[in-house]
């Protein structure tokens, strides 16, 4: 199995207008509005079917199945990334993630926020980790990548 981990803000929807580049997809979820780039979503979608696994990896934490929803994407559910009310680190949650689903072959993490040392903790977990610019949020040229080492 393989998985995309996957953040909302400023990753999946970027954090200017700027990067919605052709037509935009707007949902409505509990937590806010979100735009994403219909092509971004049809290739998440394309990403599914092909056999990857999105697991969201946000602090929208269920408001992440309104979101796949709203995208019309299958949900796999998201990281609790919050340990007695406490937000831990990703790299953690997602280490801790892959230690109990063993099934997991490949795994990349996209974020908009990934500073050094949680890169090298999710490195040496066996992690493909990829910054995303918030400005631009994940694009056509991303998911190349993240298809190209998944699928």
């Given at each position: 199995?393989?998985?995309?981990?996957?953040?909302?803000?400023?990753?999946?929807?970027?954090?200017?207008?700027?990067?919605?580049?052709?037509?935009?997809?707007?949902?409505?979820?509990?937590?806010?509005?979100?735009?994403?780039?219909?092509?971004?979503?049809h290739r998440l979608r394309e990403l599914q079917l092909r056999g990857?696994?999105?697991?969201?990896?946000?602090?929208?934490?269920?408001?992440?199945e309104e979101v796949a929803e709203g995208l019309m994407l299958e949900?796999?559910?998201?990281?609790?990334?919050?340990?007695?009310?406490?937000?831990?680190?990703?790299?953690?949650?997602?280490?801790?993630?892959?230690?109990?689903?063993?099934?997991?072959?490949?795994?990349?993490?996209?974020?908009d926020h990934i500073e050094d040392d949680e890169k090298e903790y999710?490195?040496?977990?066996?992690?493909?980790?990829?910054?995303?610019?918030?400005?631009?949020?994940?694009?056509?040229?991303?998911?190349?990548?993240?298809?190209?080492?998944?699928?």
């Open positions: 199995m393989n998985v995309l981990f996957l953040d909302i803000d400023g990753t999946l929807t970027p954090l200017s207008s700027r990067g919605i580049v052709g037509t935009p997809w707007v949902v409505q979820a509990s937590l806010g509005t979100i735009t994403v780039n219909e092509e971004i979503r990857v696994t999105i697991i969201w990896t946000t602090l929208w934490e269920e408001a992440a949900y796999s559910g998201h990281l609790s990334l919050l340990i007695d009310g406490i937000p831990d680190f990703k790299s953690r949650c997602i280490e801790n993630y892959l230690k109990n689903h063993p099934e997991i072959t490949q795994s990349i993490w996209t974020d999710a490195e040496n977990a066996g992690v493909k980790v990829m910054s995303i610019d918030p400005i631009i949020g994940l694009t056509v040229e991303d998911l190349d990548e993240i298809e190209q080492y998944l699928t």
